[in-house]
């Protein structure tokens, strides 16, 4: 795209269609059903469209995993604004005085570029401006925002996720919802009389009350803020950054060791840093490159097959971090088993929220 840096037609077209496509694409969508739910004519023939989209809109989740509801779609529109911003910022700013960027640019074109920058650096991988003419502190941004590339929509995705409490196993081994008569933790059996608890449907409820996939250390000490919305947030952000980080540091140090001859005959392009990078746009599937000196292709082309085979297994991996639960209600087909296990939750938060009361 560099040949189109002064062309704010094309940047403002791809722009938009970046945010389309990928990280905007659930903010997109609801307002899409929402503006064609206010076009539909006030019409008898119309109204099983009007019911559709109305539900919809009203039970997103239940139908499709990038469909959150009003509120974390204003809270991922939010998000992605700030973090947008901010690299848009600092293009600005940390781009004042390098004669690469300001001797070809105008200061409307910089400004647009800039924005296009910020709008690609995180899911689009195109460029304006050559990435090794960069500050180095505007490039260290850029890999932190690659690297979290996927959390606003994954957060939002499980944050607004109709079994997050049985995600994050808020109910498993709590004494207040556990009984040791009732292995239903006192409250009324659900499930057939006919049925056994070895049953396939009791079996895929009690599959659904498992612990928390990150280790906590306090998970039992039930702490004040243990189900609101900021502790689940903390979680998914100390889960995601604990799960991703070694593949990236171990993918960085195999990579490493397997160009160190290419190092030696060049350690300014072959910095731990260039790797590191690249590692990162992979592992967020971005595919943006710093690329070399008087080549055409990115940075990775230069690297040995062995170095490529590694980078081939770290995107592989980082594409898969954007996936639901495996218990999402969007994935889960209908059945009785999913209302058992709907009025079981609405049990349990009504019988804490009395103990909560109460106490």
């Given amino acids: ?11 403002i077209t791809m722009g938009l269609l970046i945010l389309a496509g990928n990280t905007c694409y659930p903010i997109f969508l609801r307002l899409i059903l929402w503006s064609l739910l206010r076009l539909l004519p006030a019409s008898p023939k119309f109204d099983e469209y009007r019911e559709t989209f109305q539900f919809l809109l009203d039970h997103p989740r239940r139908c499709y995993t990038n469909l959150f509801p009003s509120r974390h779609t204003w809270w991922l529109l939010a998000t992605l604004v700030g973090l947008n911003g901010i690299d848009w910022i600092a293009f600005e700013i940390l781009n004042i005085g390098n004669k690469s960027i300001n001797s070809t640019l ?20 195109f460029y304006v401006v050559t990435i090794a003419n960069l500050r180095i502190g505007l490039l260290i941004l850029y890999v932190v925002m690659m690297y979290i590339s996927v959390y606003p929509v994954v957060i939002t995705m499980r944050n607004s996720n109709v079994y997050e409490e049985r995600s994050l196993g808020i109910y498993s081994d709590d004494p207040e919802s556990t009984s040791s008569s009732n292995p239903n933790g006192g409250l009324p059996d659900l499930r057939p009389a006919a049925q056994t608890p070895t049953s396939r449907k009791g079996a895929f409820i009690s599959g659904l009350k498992r612990r928390m996939t990150v280790n906590n250390p306090t998970a039992n000490s039930k702490p004040a803020t243990r189900e609101t919305r900021g502790y689940f947030v903390r979680q998914q952000l100390r889960g995601q950054l604990a799960h991703d980080l070694w593949w990236v540091v171990l993918a960085i140090l195999l990579i490493t060791i397997t160009e160190t001859s290419s190092f030696e005959r060049d350690p300014v392009t072959y910095s731990v840093f260039n790797i590191a990078f690249e590692v990162v746009s992979a592992y967020g599937t971005v595919g943006l490159s710093v690329g070399l000196p008087n080549q055409a292709y990115s940075f990775s082309g230069g690297w040995h097959k062995l170095s490529k085979l590694i980078l081939c297994a770290v995107m592989l991996r980082g594409r898969h971090r954007g996936l639901p639960v495996a218990i999402d209600r969007a994935v889960l087909l209908p059945g009785e088993h999913l209302a058992a296990a709907e009025e079981e939750d609405a049990l349990i938060r009504m019988e804490r929220s009395g103990t909560r009361e109460r106490v």
């Fill in 1 to 11: 795209m560099v040949a189109f840096q002064t062309s704010r037609y094309m940047l």
């Fill in 106 to 125: 105008s200061h409307g074109t910089r400004a647009i570029d800039g924005l296009f920058q910020a709008l690609a650096v995180r899911s689009g991988g």
